[in-house]
């Protein structure tokens, strides 16, 4: 900003405020305000009072460095991890998990009646876990130097590599890998990637474990198609992880943030693993999306299926299908279940899933939703209930609009980013679909985010259906 527009700011660069918190962003920081002007505060939790430096100032908001807590709120505990203030990891360590629960339960009302302009909707407090620790099955750690070897998660908004030896949100097995492999990197010398070079070997430790089945993958993402001592290295690993049942190379020579390459290069067992989401078994390869929390994901999919209203003669539409693990639970009660898909891998997983468990009223197809469903109801094959899951930006307009001219009974609307859900709740609203009921699942507990599942109904047909 120029020195004119700063000038202009209630606020002025490092200097100290006193502000009240009013809530949480979606990173988990603290929302304050000036003046009206807003100010974002990382540490900083709803209903407490603080003293703040403006540290960074834009046009309509800026951040502040907290500086002193003047009044804590009821929910501020003490981190149970020691890197809990450097590793970006987990925003919420330091909110007791009830407080939580209540702000993820606050923060989709409000998306609901600020951003959506929907009054009056009936939104529960969150499902939470009866233990909220170790609840990951996948991990994914970076490594690199820092004077010496490290390995842990990244800094908050950096790609500072942060050593951790412990992390309380996920599986224990991971403590022992990243140990067998901190003792084997040094042992043999093997490099460790540098991302402004490009050069260096070992670039992430990834882990994966079936909760249910208690099947281990440990992949190794490299930059180059072979490691020194893998010998060594498959025996030290089968030595001391129980249940492991396959040991990938996954091979990335291309400088970039995305983590995992296309190529995999068994070591070790089998290229996959396996676990349950309820009654259905899924395939897990090194590259398959499967969601990380696998007790919530029971929840949230058991949600839909409720909100669904199934009576088995129903053709439904699953949009963003993933892998297929809602079509699977959709497919219990229904009498076809279409899932459509843009990433092939997902599709070619959802398909084998299918298979895995005998399901034979499921057809996945490739390509995007938005395009792929206005295509199938031209050539008239219509939905009586229609279910979306998008990414975080939401669904394309497209898709929105095919829903209203559709006209399904029912919508039920899969979200990880409450403000976009809100933004298309109120489109649908605009278009014939009433949200009757909004359930927050907390599938990722000592993070901000939250995932919610929503039911809507046809407006003129609220009474007979």
Partial sequence: MTKEATAKLPVEKNKDYVIDITGLTSEGMGVGRIEGYTLFVEGAL????????????LKNYGFGKLNKILKPSEYRIEPSCPVAKRCGGCQLLHYDYKGQLDMKTRTVKDAMERLGGLKNLLVHDTIGMKEPWRYRNKAQFPVGLDKDLVIGFYASRSHQIIDTHQCLIQDELNDQVTAIMR????????????????????RHIMTRKGFKTGEVMVCIVTNGETIANDKELVNMLLDKVKGLKSIILNVNKKQTNVIMGNKNIVLYGDEYITDYIGEFRF????????????????????????????????????????????????????KKVYGVEIVDQAIENAKQNAKLNNVDNVEFILGESEKVIPDMYKKGIKADVIVVDPPRKGCEVE?????????????????????????DLKYLDGKGYKAVEVQPVDMFP????????????????ESSD
Avoid: W
């Fill in 283 to 334: 395939m897990i390869s090194p590259l398959s999306f499967f969601q990380v929390n696998p007790v919530q994901t029971e929840v949230l999919y058991g949600k839909a299926l409720e909100y669904a209203g199934l009576q088995g003669d129903e053709v439904v539409f699953d949009a963003y299908c993933g892998i297929g693990t809602i079509s699977l639970f959709l497919s219990r009660k229904a």
């Fill in 446 to 461: 000592h993070t901000a985010h939250v995932e919610t599942v929503v039911c809507l109904n046809r407006k003129h047909s």
């Fill in 399 to 423: 898709m929105l609009d095919v829903i209203a001219d559709m006209q399904p009974k029912r919508v039920v609307y899969v979200s990880c980013n409450p403000s976009t859900l809100a933004r």
């Fill in 183 to 202: 003792i084997f990197i040094k042992k043999y010398g093997i490099s460790v990637y540098d991302e402004v070079s490009g050069k260096g070997l070992i």
């Fill in 46 to 57: 709803p209903e407490e009072q603080v003293e703040v430096k403006a540290i960074k100032l």
